[in-house]
């Protein structure tokens, strides 16, 4: 490296490692986490087998700690600290792209304090050992059902424009017509998964299960 | 005779950056054509309010009156643009007109844009062409080279990218789409290529290319309607590899 230019700062390489996280860790264990929990929309028991099958992992806590948590609360904490760097504008310029920026904040919010609290129920109180049982009694007080709602839309809309934002970001998508395309793809996996955490949702709730044809019994 | 039809304009007046606001409106003479360029300027040949009271003529930045210094952004009805192709007839009225807020002001519609220029000093925002000695022709520019670089020469650091940016602030020294996109212009051309890296370099520095939250304001905003946010994506992509590959390989 030339001694006269300079090095790339420590915000460079927090702000890419913030992107990046977002992304995988983050993203890819949203989608893995909705794809076990949708075990329950096929039956009870193979929740209950699916949820053993991941408690039962080997070097459980530090895969908890290094790809799930530790990135979490990084990319959670990092993105408080750029909120605070920006002001919005949103109400001078009404822009798509502006509005997406301020939505993004609350979203990352929202996700961020729900996925605490998720943890705290669902992890927590449990030693990590939930059954199909012990989140459909969660499900049953409207409180929590309101929040698992909220909280599912914030992360599917904040991973959506996360995926845009990603894109963009490191010159994958460059020209307008492929940042045009990212945005679609963006609301695509927004909207898919809200429409599959909705389910999962409904499945604990009304105790529903379309897939339960899939079942066989071990 | 028919009375003539008049101009409201209503303007945020300071004397100096320490100085309190203070706003003052004028009612004009309508002119076909008129911008509000015309409009200072039929103030300062009569600088009396609307309500008859004398004053002082406001004090711009304007210069070309075709959009190409860059010199006479401000905020017209609370939007950063361009005074001298604002034409009156199509502003709401009163026409409010104030300086941009992300520059230190100089005096009512005036700011000081020296950050931009210390930014495109620190990315080397110029092709190195002159030498102790004659360094003879350079490498040829390619017809997609120069199709692309076109529209980002374009660029009048008029400041508008920065003023609608919302990561542009009093607690981030970020330096805004203008500059990323001079970045872009400098690397393309082949004789400019040769300190991509220096460049590069300086936008990962602080204040630099991270500190886009990709708002994509500055897009929207820009009168010469530069591709920005595609200059911001393949500058982040120049600089992520370069900051990897000189993680890794030094």
Known sequence: MSDTASQPDASYLLRKLHSFTGVLPVGAFLAEHFWSNSAALVDPRKYDEVSRDLQTIPFRLVVEWAFIFLPILFHGLYGIYIWLRGKSNVSAYPWVGNWQYVAQRYTGLIAFAYIGWHLYTERWLTHGKSTYATVAQDMANPWYLAFFVVGILASSFHLGVGIWNFLCKWGLATTAKAQEAAGRLGVVIGVAFSFVGILIVLSFRLNWHPFAFYYINK | ?250
Request: hydrophobic content about 35%; overall charge positive; proline content about 7%.
């Open chain 2, 1 to 250: 005779m028919a009375e003539t039809k008049k101009v409201i304009v209503k303007v945020k007046r300071q004397a100096g950056p320490n100085d309190p606001a203070r706003r003052e409106e004028f009612s004009l003479s309508w002119r076909p054509s008129m911008n509000v360029i015309i409009c200072l300027r039929d103030i300062a040949e009569n600088p009396v309010t609307r309500d008859g009271k004398k004053t002082t003529p406001i004090t711009y930045d304007s210069n070309c009156l075709e959009e190409i210094c860059g010199s006479c952004a401000m905020l017209i009805n609370g939007k950063a643009r361009m005074a001298c192709s604002a034409l009156v007839d199509q502003l709401e009225q009163p026409i409010r007109l104030e300086p941009l807020t992300k520059f230190p002001l100089v005096r009512d519609l005036s700011v000081d844009r020296q950050f931009m220029f210390e930014s495109l000093k620190r990315v080397k925002a110029w092709i190195p062409i002159d030498g102790t000695y004659h360094l003879g022709e350079g490498p040829r520019v390619s017809p997609e080279v120069q199709a692309k670089g076109y529209p980002l020469s374009h660029c009048i650091t008029c400041g508008n990218c920065l003023e609608v940016c919302p990561q542009v602030n009093e607690h981030n020294q970020f330096m805004g789409a203008a500059i990323i996109s001079q970045v872009r212009l400098f690397n393309m051309h082949p004789t400019g290529a040769m300190n991509k890296r220096e460049r590069l370099e300086a936008v990962m520095g602080p204040g630099g290319i991270q500190e886009c939250a990709n708002a994509q304001n500055c897009v929207k905003a820009c009168p010469k309607g530069i591709p920005l946010t595609e200059s911001i994506a393949e500058v982040n992509r120049d600089a992520w590899k370069q900051a990897l590959l000189g993680w890794f390989l030094g």
